[in-house]
């Protein structure tokens, strides 16, 4: 199985907005829960939002209202739109299939929020 390949990251100022993606093999993406990861310097991995096969959502606190998750299953894409970015949001985001199977990561795609 090929890992997700995450994009859409860069630098951008705070207020800004930026859509990641994630594309994984069709066959991966049917049978997973696609979630968004990031990691900041010095810190632990955290979950930023996740959605299920059946579409179901769920977002960590820091970023409820500020961010949406959305999958393409005819793409197997999954997308994170991210507004009113703050400094704090800087990171290295990851993609992350979860399925009963298994288990695999993107490589992740750097986001700056710069103040």
């Known amino acids: 199985q090929v890992q997700p390949v995450e994009s859409g990251g860069g630098l951008v100022q705070a207020g800004g907005s930026l859509r990641l993606s994630c594309v994984a093999s069709?066959?991966?993406?049917?049978?997973?829960?696609m979630t968004w990861y990031r990691q900041a310097p010095g810190k632990q991995r955290e979950l930023v939002a996740a959605?299920?096969?059946?579409?179901?959502?769920s977002y960590a606190d820091s970023v409820k209202g500020r961010a949406t998750i959305a999958r393409d299953n005819a793409k197997a894409t999954v997308y994170l739109q991210m507004n009113s970015l703050k400094p704090e949001d800087t990171a290295v985001y990851y993609c992350?299939?979860?399925?009963?199977?298994?288990?695999?990561w993107g490589q992740g795609t750097q986001v700056t929020v710069s103040s």
């Open positions: 992350n299939a979860a399925s009963a199977l298994d288990w695999y």
């Open positions: 069709a066959s991966m993406f049917s049978r997973s829960v």
């Open positions: 959605i299920s096969r059946d579409g179901t959502t």
